[in-house]
T-cell receptor, first 112, second 113 residues
Framework: KQEVTQIPAALSVPEGENLVLNCSFT??????LQWFRQDPGKGLTSLLL?????REQTSGRLNASLDKSSGRSTLYIAASQPGDSATYLC???????????FGTGTRLKVLA | ETGVTQSPTHLIKTRGQQVTLRCSSQ?????VSWYQQALGQGPQFIFQ???????GRGNFPPRFSGLQFPNYSSELNVNALELDDSALYLC????????????FGEGSWLTVV
């Protein structure tokens, strides 16, 4: 049974810092891994999708890496801004369906 | 904007009642999934519909049921509401194939009192 863990649960950083969010999963037989952003009381916005055959994906100031063998993914945010404040969730897809298993998220606060 | 719309956005129900939540998927998307997100938790998979048929189900009791219509919109029905059903219910749509991004709506907040 896949379990997804995110560390830290919460993070507060000053504006401009580069930061890394961590995601670990127990079953390496994943099809892909997605990182999402969730603003308070809102739905999820997909940030990056990494297929199982890929090592990383980049979008603007965001870079996500995937190491299937060790069951880890990281989301790197460069030059953080107050607008980046949100909860970041990672999720893995297994068994060829859209059943995503989510972590509990990292609540990020970027201070101006 | 993901193109996935959900209604209603907020509702309050009494324990034992029934509720129907609705989702319109993004144009061209034939797969709809529903998730339940309790406060402070990650979303939990309820079930998925592909071309009007249930195509996978999570650990939710049968009182959680759904429908998908020919235009790929979907409904989530919950009978005999319990207090623990209070949560954000999220709909996600995609095209078939596990290599594709899924797009979430803004969710429906259900409070059971």
């Amino acid at each position: 049974k896949q379990e997804v863990t995110q560390i830290p649960a919460a993070l507060s950083v000053p504006e401009g810092e580069n930061l890394v969010l961590n995601c670990s999963f127990t079953d390496s037989a994943i099809y892909n891994l997605q990182w999402f952003r969730q603003d308070p009381g809102k739905g999820l916005t997909s940030l990056l999708l990494i297929q199982s055959s890929q090592r990383e994906q980049t979008s603007g100031r965001l870079n996500a890496s995937l190491d299937k063998s060790s069951g880890r993914s990281t989301l790197y945010i460069a030059a953080s801004q107050p607008g980046d404040s949100a909860t970041y969730l990672c999720a893995t897809s297994t068994s060829g369906t859209y059943k995503y298993i989510f972590g509990t998220g990292t609540r990020l606060k970027v201070l101006a | 904007e993901t193109g996935v719309t959900q209604s209603p956005t907020h509702l309050i129900k009494t324990r034992g009642q029934q509720v129907t939540l609705r989702c319109s998927s993004q144009s061209g998307h034939n797969t709809v999934s529903w998730y339940q997100q309790a406060l402070g938790q990650g979303p939990q998979f309820i079930f998925q519909y592909y071309r009007e048929e249930e195509n996978g189900r999570g650990n939710f009791p049968p009182r959680f049921s759904g429908l998908q219509f020919p235009n790929y919109s979907s409904e989530l029905n919950v009978n005999a509401l319990e207090l623990d059903d209070s949560a954000l219910y999220l709909c996600a749509s995609s095209t078939a194939g596990f290599r594709n991004t899924i797009y979430f709506g803004e969710g429906s907040w259900l409070t059971v009192v």
